[in-house]
């Protein structure tokens, strides 16, 4: 069973930087697309940042330049930095894994997600 555990999440004021981790156990880990994904209240859960197996990275615009994520297959955990914090960077952050496989039925896709951690950014 994979699991992905999240942590770091925190109040910080703004202008504030954390740092979350995202541990993942019961897969290869490195075979997977990582992302970084946040919820706040009353909004849909939106992409902030992913990275391929490959090391590849894509940013939503509201972050690029602020956030940055990296991955460290020997500890399978990925990784978020957060810089320049603002209050509307205030949410909760999942952890995602994703990876499609190409099988003679079909293209097989694991999917899976962590509990999420919050991010408060407030004076």
């Known amino acids: 069973q994979v699991q992905l555990v999240e942590s770091g999440g925190g109040l910080v004021q703004p202008g504030g930087s954390l740092r979350l981790s995202c541990a993942a156990s019961g897969t290869i880990f490195r075979l997977y697309t990582m992302g970084w994904y946040r919820q706040a209240p009353g909004k849909q859960r939106e992409l902030v940042a992913a990275i391929t197996s490959g090391g590849n990275t894509n940013y939503a615009d509201s972050v690029k330049g602020r956030f940055s994520i990296s991955r460290d297959n020997a500890k399978n955990t990925v990784y978020l930095q957060m810089n320049s914090l603002k209050p509307e960077d205030t949410a909760v952050y999942y952890c995602?894994?994703?990876?499609?496989?190409?099988?003679?039925?079909?293209?097989?896709?694991?999917?899976?997600w962590g509990q999420g951690t919050q991010v408060t950014v407030s004076s």
């Open positions: 995602n894994a994703d990876r499609q496989v190409a099988t003679v039925l079909g293209t097989k896709r694991f999917n899976y």
